[in-house]
Nanobody, 122 residues
Framework: QVQLVESGGGLVQAGGSLRLSCVASGNIFSIATMGWYRQAPGKQRELVAAISGGGSLTKYADSVKGRFTISRENAKKMVYLQMNSLKPEDTAVYYC???????????????WGQGTQVTVSS
């Protein structure tokens, strides 16, 4: 059984930074693609960034390229999302996912955390 717990969300002014963390339980973390998704009110959940099991491959949404960085520590079963130069349009609930592909496709595993709110004020 896999459980994911996110932390690090909060309220920040435009131009500021936040670092999201996600800790996983279970035995498949090191082989699983991990991703950060977000969902703003009235919008569909979208892929923000994803990283392969070994950490060598990453993918970012065009809207966050150059501002966000995804990373992972397999020994700690942690995945991070460093968010810099935040904009009001980054406001959303951010979710950690284990198992979807780098492009967000559903795969054998598909586990979600409970989400953490990020609010960027203008």
């Amino acid at each position: 059984q896999v459980q994911l717990v996110e932390s690090g969300g909060g309220l920040v002014q435009a131009g500021g930074s936040l670092r999201l963390s996600c800790v996983a339980s279970g035995n498949i973390f090191s082989i699983a693609t991990m991703g950060w998704y977000r969902q703003a009110p009235g919008k569909q959940r979208e892929l923000v960034a994803a990283i392969s099991g070994g950490g060598s491959l990453t993918k970012y949404a065009d809207s966050v390229k150059g501002r966000f960085t995804i990373s992972r520590e397999n020994a700690k079963k942690m995945v991070y999302l460093q968010m810099n130069s935040l904009k009001p349009e980054d406001t959303a609930v951010y979710y950690c996912n284990l198992g979807r592909s780098l492009s967000g496709g559903v795969s054998r595993y598909d586990y979600w955390g409970q989400g953490t709110q990020v609010t960027v004020s203008s």
